[in-house]
């Protein structure tokens, strides 16, 4: 009878060992790649612009994957860098993973979410949970 129990047991901590934690997150991360990029490279607005208006794009892109920066301190806390009306600033949010790796990240009354869908000691892939789907994933490489 107590043999039917460790299939069980050994599901639970396997799943458990699986589960990313608020500590493993605790550093700096910096943005390396976002797919809602690629896919303003391929919109015909790209594609037709003339050569001095792409490089402006460009410097942008690359402008955002410089300045997007996540730091998660001990705690439950995040500062992060945002752009508001096209300028860089700081802020700070608080942070709570769920058991399904959903990374909540409460700033005031904003609330935005991300499900945490690969995880290392050296990367960070996340996909945003939103009510307009399809911007893609965020890739965040660990940099302190």
């Known amino acids: 009878?107590?043999?039917?129990i460790i299939p069980t047991l050994l599901l639970a901590i396997v799943l458990q060992a699986s589960q990313?934690?608020?500590?493993?997150l605790i550093g700096t991360w910096q943005l390396v790649?976002?797919?809602?990029?690629?896919?303003?490279?391929?919109?015909?607005?790209?594609?037709?612009?003339?050569?001095?208006?792409?490089?402006?794009?460009?410097?942008k892109i690359n402008n955002r994957l410089e300045n997007t920066?996540?730091?998660?301190?001990?705690?439950?806390?995040?500062?992060?860098?945002?752009?508001?009306?096209?300028?860089?600033?700081?802020?700070?949010?608080?942070?709570?993973?769920s058991s399904e790796d959903v990374l909540t990240i409460q700033t005031g009354k904003e609330i935005r979410k991300a499900k945490i869908v690969e995880f290392s000691s050296e990367k960070m892939v996340l996909e945003p949970i939103s009510t307009n789907p399809g911007s893609g994933k965020l890739v965040f490489e660990k940099i302190k």
Do not use: C, W
């Not at 990313?20 to 493993?24: C, S, T």
């Not at 301190?73 to 993973?97: C, F, H, M, W």
């Open 1 to 4: 009878m107590h043999l039917s």
């Open 20 to 24: 990313v934690k608020f500590e493993q």
């Open 33 to 59: 790649h976002f797919d809602a990029m690629d896919q303003m490279r391929n919109s015909q607005e790209y594609q037709n612009a003339t050569p001095a208006m792409r490089a402006g794009m460009e410097y």
């Open 69 to 97: 920066i996540y730091e998660f301190v001990p705690g439950d806390s995040l500062k992060y860098t945002d752009y508001v009306r096209q300028e860089i600033v700081q802020k700070q949010a608080k942070v709570e993973i």
